[in-house]
């Protein structure tokens, strides 16, 4: 039960390293095939397509953990209930920033399923997929963000 918890709980991390994985592989495999003088066209679209979803689920990761670049100088100016007051209408903004990529990126996903890939054939959409779920899963730890710091006062702002 544990580790079923473990996996959902990490299931972003676990799958952008899978896929970070299959990036190095690729391109690893693509430059050996050169070598040898080989054609492997397919190497260098699965490198492209599993870097984007690795990047974008890497965020998520980023943003989970608290671990994204910040600017803190205004943290360092202000007393702490105007700094409430800011980290409260930043992420307002991401909220609408992410609502935004959730609905165009669905919007965009829909209209390229049909509309294979050059070398893999796989739908395009499956590569646009990549920022509604990341955007989706990115309002859900800003929202949790929001609500800790908000309303349970687990804050480390200054």
């Not at 190095?24 to 495999?29: G, I, K, P, Q």
């Not at 509309?115 to 646009?128: D, R």
Request: charged share 15%; proline share 2%; glycine share 4%.
């Amino acid at each position: 039960m544990k580790s079923a918890k473990l996996l959902i709980t990490n299931i972003e991390e676990i799958l952008s390293s899978f896929l970070f994985i299959i990036m190095c592989t690729s391109v690893a495999l693509g430059v050996f095939a050169r070598f040898f003088e080989l054609a492997l066209v397919w190497t260098d679209e699965l490198a492209r397509y599993t870097f984007i979803w690795s990047v974008l689920l890497g965020t998520v990761v980023a943003f989970k953990h608290k671990k994204h670049i910040a600017i803190d100088l205004i943290g360092n100016v202000f007393s702490k209930s105007i700094n409430q007051i800011i980290y409260v209408l930043i992420h307002g903004a991401l909220l609408i920033l992410f609502f935004t990529l959730v609905k165009y990126g669905w919007t965009l996903t829909l209209q390229t399923w049909n509309v294979p890939t050059t070398s893999l054939q796989i739908p395009t959409g499956l590569i646009y997929m990549s920022v509604p779920l990341s955007s989706f899963l990115l309002i859900i730890y800003t929202i949790k963000d929001l609500y800790q710091t908000t309303f349970k006062r687990d804050s480390n702002l200054t």
